[in-house]
C-alpha cells in the first residue's frame, strides 16, 4: 500500500511561448497523492537547473492554478528567495526538493493550511524560489511560515527574506515590490 500525503497536488511547467498567453503556456505535468507518486514524478522529470532560461516549474494544491487570479491566491503572496547565478549548479535543486518536502510534508503545521504551493523561476539574471500562501493579512501565519522555511532550507540567519503580497507584484511598475513581511 502506497503512503498517502494529507493533499492532493499538481505539478506545472512553464515555458515561454510567443504564440500564447502566459496563462495558456502554463501546462499541468501531472497530480499524486502519495509519496511514492510524488518520487515517480520528481525522478521523471529533468532538474530545474537543467530548464532553459525562462522556464519555471510549480506545485500547488490539487485545484489552484500557479497564477496570482486564482480564488485561492488572489488575497496572497509569496516568499521570494532570489539566489546568485552561480547558485544554479550547486543549490538549486537541493534547495527546490526541499520546499517542495516541505509542501508534500505539511511541515507548517497548524499553517500549512494556509499553504498554496510554490514555484521555481529559472532566469538569467537569477533564479528564484518561492512559496506562495493564501491570505497575506494572515500575520502570524505568514510570518511562521517564512521561518520555517527559513530554518528548512538552512538560509543563513544574517540574510533575509522578503514576503510579497501578489497584488503589490500585479501593479508594480518598476521592477522591485516592497516587501510586506520580512525574516
Ligand atoms: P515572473 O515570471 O513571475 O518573473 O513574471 P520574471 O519577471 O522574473 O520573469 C513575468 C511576467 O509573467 C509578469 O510580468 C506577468 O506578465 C507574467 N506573470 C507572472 N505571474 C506569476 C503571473 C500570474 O500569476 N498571472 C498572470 N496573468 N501573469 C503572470
Known amino acids: 500500500i502506497k503512503h498517502p500525503l494529507q493533499n492532493t497536488w499538481t505539478f506545472w511547467y512553464y515555458a515561454p511561448d510567443r504564440q500564447k498567453t502566459w496563462e495558456e503556456s502554463q501546462r499541468q505535468i501531472s497530480s499524486f497523492d502519495t509519496v511514492e507518486d510524488f518520487w515517480a514524478l520528481y525522478n521523471h522529470i529533468i532538474f530545474a537547473s537543467?530548464?532553459?532560461?525562462?522556464?519555471?516549474?510549480?506545485?500547488?494544491?490539487?485545484?489552484?492554478?500557479?497564477?496570482?487570479?486564482?480564488?485561492?491566491?488572489?488575497q496572497g503572496g509569496r516568499w521570494l528567495m532570489h539566489l546568485e547565478k552561480k547558485q544554479r549548479s550547486c543549490d538549486l535543486d537541493r534547495l527546490w526538493l526541499e520546499i517542495l518536502l516541505c509542501m508534500i510534508g505539511e511541515a507548517f503545521d497548524d499553517y500549512s493550511d494556509d499553504v498554496c504551493g510554490a514555484v521555481v523561476n529559472i532566469r538569467t539574471k537569477g533564479d528564484k524560489l518561492a512559496a506562495w500562501t493564501a491570505d497575506a493579512t494572515k500575520s502570524q501565519s505568514v510570518m511562521e511560515i517564512g521561518r520555517k522555511l527559513k530554518d528548512r532550507l538552512g538560509i543563513n540567519q544574517r540574510q533575509t527574506i522578503g514576503y510579497q503580497v501578489h497584488k503589490d507584484t500585479m501593479e508594480k511598475a518598476g521592477s522591485i515590490t516592497k516587501n510586506t513581511y520580512q525574516v
Open 50 to 74: 537543467e530548464l532553459k532560461q525562462g522556464c519555471d516549474y510549480s506545485m500547488f494544491k490539487k485545484g489552484i492554478r500557479p497564477m496570482w487570479e486564482d480564488d485561492a491566491n488572489k
